[in-house]
């Protein structure tokens, strides 16, 4: 039975995270869109385009562990704008590219200054909300990057066609800028709230929620420890959530990457129709998203063990993304979006699993668990856009689609055979 809530200032701050995520999507995903245009005028072939994909995740991947050791040190409301500040600075520049090696050198300082981008995300999360919450609180901000993309995809492919890809970069870029001022004037941790009330923070307290640093000097030398990196690596669950990830992000990113050129290009259809039916699988995904988020805390509300509230939707969501496989099998234009939707629904539901990192990390540890973690996930950025360029060279995406969905179902496996206890590591 859980305390009843009081106060409500904590979906203010994740209303805000949630900004930050859809502005953070818009600035990974603006390539995709760009990306026909760009390809032509740039002559790249599918092989240099899938590198250009990938070279964002090479940046962003590589510094996920120093984003979150940045997380566990940087109140979020600093660390925050001046990655939203950087990124999209970075986004800018762009517009200005002359080719392949330019465009590929601002993808990787798009990517590096994201880095801790969701660490802080996590951090936030789990000073602001109690352990029964955490998983819709998850969801709610996750959801930033399906509802912004959905609505925004068309409004992108408007632009482009009228401003074309290089007003494309500026307009992103400048709005990251505006939305960063509006985070660092409306932010605060739970303890520097003017209007959070104490019936709040207790609330949030008891329920598990971590915002009270009492020993400082404790966190920074164990944020360094041989000790607590082993703590980390050596945990049988954390690797099989690791593994999953992967599959889960992989998924992720063909819709962030390939999939508005596999529409052009593969299937023939018309850039700015294509606008429009790419927003439907993001409408998806972001319903499959809410919908695990709040089954899997409602369930644990109802006395479920957290084993089976958090992992079952994940599984059934992982399941069902290999469905992505159908589209190899019509023509049809309905069906083709009618599987990509279904199978980016299932993959939705799978990414509530940053609630793992709130639920079983060290107290200690947080940012930089959620570092390794997003790190592992995010290595399917640098790989899947890359093995997917290689994979239709010859001018046929279906092994593309196979590879995908067979990730998707290794991953509901991970999740079966590896996760299994799902304690607090190191208590």
Same mark, same amino acid.
């Given at each position: 039975?859980?305390?009843?809530?009081?106060?409500?200032?904590?979906?203010?701050?994740?209303?805000?995270?949630?900004?930050?995520?859809?502005?953070?999507?818009?600035?990974?995903?603006?390539?995709?869109?760009?990306?026909?245009?760009?390809?032509?005028?740039?002559?790249?072939?599918?092989?240099?385009?899938?590198?250009?994909?990938?070279?964002?995740?090479?940046?962003?991947?590589?510094?996920?562990?120093?984003?979150?050791?940045?997380?566990?040190?940087?109140?979020?409301?600093?660390?925050?704008?001046?990655?939203?500040?950087?990124?999209?600075?970075?986004?800018?520049?762009?517009?200005?590219?002359?080719?392949?090696?330019?465009?590929?050198?601002?993808?990787?300082?798009?990517?590096?200054?994201?880095?801790?981008?969701?660490?802080?995300?996590?951090?936030?999360?789990?000073?602001?909300?109690?352990?029964?919450?955490?998983?819709?609180?998850?969801?709610?901000?996750?959801?930033?990057?399906?509802?912004?993309?959905?609505?925004?995809?068309?409004?992108?492919?408007?632009?482009?066609?009228?401003?074309?890809?290089?007003?494309?970069?500026?307009?992103?870029?400048?709005?990251?800028?505006?939305?960063?001022?509006?985070?660092?004037?409306?932010?605060?941790?739970?303890?520097?709230?003017?209007?959070?009330?104490?019936?709040?923070?207790?609330?949030?307290?008891?329920?598990?929620?971590?915002?009270?640093?009492?020993?400082?000097?404790?966190?920074?030398?164990?944020?360094?420890?041989?000790?607590?990196?082993?703590?980390?690596?050596?945990?049988?669950?954390?690797?099989?959530?690791?593994?999953?990830?992967?599959?889960?992000?992989?998924?992720?990113?063909?819709?962030?990457?390939?999939?508005?050129?596999?529409?052009?290009?593969?299937?023939?259809?018309?850039?700015?129709?294509?606008?429009?039916?790419?927003?439907?699988?993001?409408?998806?995904?972001? &319903? @499959?998203? !809410?919908?695990?988020? /709040? =089954?899997?805390?409602? #369930?644990?509300?109802? *006395?479920?063990?957290?084993?089976?509230?958090?992992?079952?939707?994940?599984?059934?969501?992982?399941?069902?993304?290999?469905?992505?496989?159908?589209?190899?099998?019509?023509?049809?234009?309905?069906?083709?979006?009618?599987?990509?939707?279904?199978?980016?629904?299932?993959?939705?539901?799978?990414?509530?699993?940053?609630?793992?990192?709130?639920?079983?990390?060290?107290?200690?540890?947080?940012?930089?668990?959620?570092?390794?973690?997003?790190?592992?996930?995010?290595?399917?950025?640098?790989?899947?856009?890359?093995?997917?360029?290689?994979?239709?060279?010859?001018?046929?995406?279906?092994?593309?689609?196979?590879?995908?969905?067979?990730?998707?179902? &290794? @991953?509901? !496996?991970?999740?079966? /055979? =590896?996760?299994?206890? #799902?304690?607090?590591? *190191?208590?």
């Amino acid at each position: 039975m859980h305390v009843k809530s009081s106060g409500r200032i904590r979906y203010y701050m994740i209303a805000l995270v949630f900004m930050n995520v859809v502005i953070n999507y818009l600035d990974r995903s603006n390539l995709s869109v760009a990306a026909t245009s760009l390809g032509k005028e740039l002559n790249l072939s599918s092989v240099e385009l899938g590198l250009i994909f990938s070279a964002f995740g090479w940046s962003y991947a590589a510094l996920q562990i120093p984003g979150g050791m940045l997380a566990d040190r940087i109140a979020p409301r600093l660390l925050y704008t001046l990655c939203l500040v950087t990124w999209s600075l970075a986004t800018v520049a762009q517009g200005i590219a002359k080719g392949f090696a330019s465009l590929f050198a601002f993808r990787l300082a798009t990517g590096a200054f994201e880095a801790p981008s969701y660490p802080v995300n996590n951090r936030i999360v789990t000073s602001w909300f109690p352990d029964h919450e955490r998983a819709s609180a998850t969801a709610m901000y996750v959801a930033g990057q399906f509802i912004g993309l959905a609505f925004l995809t068309p409004v992108l492919v408007a632009l482009q066609h009228y401003a074309g890809w290089r007003g494309l970069f500026f307009v992103t870029g400048l709005a990251g800028l505006l939305w960063a001022i509006i985070w660092w004037t409306l932010y605060r941790d739970p303890l520097q709230h003017a209007k959070v009330s104490k019936e709040e923070l207790d609330y949030i307290e008891k329920g598990g929620g971590i915002f009270r640093q009492k020993d400082k000097s404790v966190v920074k030398k164990s944020g360094w420890s041989k000790q607590d990196w082993a703590l980390i690596f050596r945990s049988r669950t954390l690797w099989g959530i690791f593994i999953s990830q992967f599959c889960i992000n992989s998924s992720l990113w063909f819709f962030l990457t390939w999939f508005p050129t596999y529409l052009v290009q593969y299937r023939g259809l018309g850039f700015i129709k294509t606008g429009f039916l790419a927003s439907i699988p993001f409408l998806s995904a972001c &319903a @499959g998203l !809410l919908l695990s988020g /709040f =089954i899997s805390d409602r #369930l644990v509300t109802r *006395g479920k063990s957290v084993a089976v509230a958090r992992k079952i939707p994940i599984i059934i969501g992982l399941i069902i993304s290999g469905v992505i496989v159908g589209a190899n099998y019509t023509d049809n234009t309905s069906l083709v979006i009618f599987f990509m939707s279904l199978a980016f629904f299932g993959a939705g539901m799978a990414m509530i699993s940053w609630v793992f990192v709130s639920l079983i990390s060290p107290r200690h540890l947080i940012g930089l668990t959620g570092g390794i973690f997003n790190f592992m996930g995010n290595l399917a950025s640098v790989i899947v856009p890359i093995i997917i360029g290689f994979l239709v060279r010859g001018g046929d995406f279906s092994p593309a689609l196979v590879f995908v969905g067979a990730l998707g179902l &290794a @991953g509901a !496996l991970s999740y079966i /055979f =590896i996760v299994k206890n #799902l304690d607090r590591i *190191g208590e």
